[in-house]
């Protein structure tokens, strides 16, 4: 019984259909939660509010399997509501950007406990000086 199913195994395996649904199984296993994110995020509308930054901070990248370049996050604190923190894909965003600086925040707000920070930063204009 055991060697008839291996024998079914073995012969499914070589099908063309099998490897493409395995490898799309695959890719939405490792991938469909940050794509859920981003999908949730682009659908969103973007909000404006006064802030102000109050900290920043680099997260070191990751060289492996699964590698990345540095993260660069902001946290922005509102008038009426409580602080935000923001992933910039930006390093110049990021170097622009100085604690303290004041001005309109544009982000999309999402609460899907998918990913730590708020990744819906849009835009900061810095207020004149």
């Known amino acids: 019984m055991f060697f008839r199913f291996l024998i079914f195994l073995e012969t499914v395996f070589q099908k063309t259909w099998f490897k493409v649904v395995m490898l799309f199984l695959i890719l939405f296993v490792v991938a469909g ?3 859920l994110h981003i999908l949730r995020v682009g659908r ?8 102000t930054v109050v900290s920043k901070e680099i997260i070191p990248g990751h060289y492996g399997h699964l590698s990345h370049g540095p993260r660069y996050h902001i946290t922005f604190k509102f008038d009426y509501s409580p602080a935000k923190t923001f992933s910039v894909s930006s390093q110049k965003t990021y170097d622009d ?16 406990g998918l990913v730590p920070k708020d990744n819906g930063f849009v835009d900061f204009e810095k207020d004149e000086q």
């Open 33 to 35: 939660p940050g794509m």
């Open 97 to 112: 950007l100085q604690e303290g600086d004041t001005g309109l925040l544009s982000y999309k707000q999402v609460n899907d």
């Open 44 to 51: 969103q509308p973007v909000q404006t509010a006064q802030a």
